[in-house]
């Protein structure tokens, strides 16, 4: 298991963070998600912010948000996005987040794909 404590990140490619436990405050802001990030079954135990342009498929899946207070997605698109099997009642999202669009079909077929590659 990856227990990352404080997470200020660089600019960066896909990222896999699956499995990853974040014990300590975490942002992910402005535009340092180039194409996409892996979330699958990483636990959020502290507050966590993202914000900006974040590019690519960001996935979520099975994922523990212990503070769903703390977590903040102050983003306006979130189409790329898939929270399959994520509890996000309490997390705060932007007023303006808007979350169909082109990239919401692109995000569950890769979703679906990442999935079945698990097996």
Do not use: P, Q
Not at 31 to 36: L, M, P, V, W
Not at 44 to 64: A, E, Q, T
Not at 83 to 91: A, E, K, Q, R, S
């Amino acid at each position: 298991m990856i227990c990352i404590t404080y997470l200020i990140l660089a600019t960066i490619e896909f990222r896999d963070f699956i499995g990853a436990s974040f014990a300590e405050w975490t942002d992910f802001s402005g535009d340092n998600i180039k194409s996409g990030a892996d979330f699958y079954n990483s636990e959020f135990h502290d507050k966590i912010y993202f914000s900006g342009n974040l590019k690519g498929i960001i996935i979520f899946y099975y994922v523990l948000f212990e503070g769903k207070e703390k977590v903040i997605f102050d983003i306006e698109n979130l189409s790329n996005m898939s929270f399959m099997n994520t509890d996000i009642t309490g997390v705060r999202f932007s007023d303006e987040a808007r979350w169909g669009g082109r990239g919401e079909e692109e995000a569950k077929r890769a979703g679906e794909k990442e999935f079945r590659n698990l097996d």
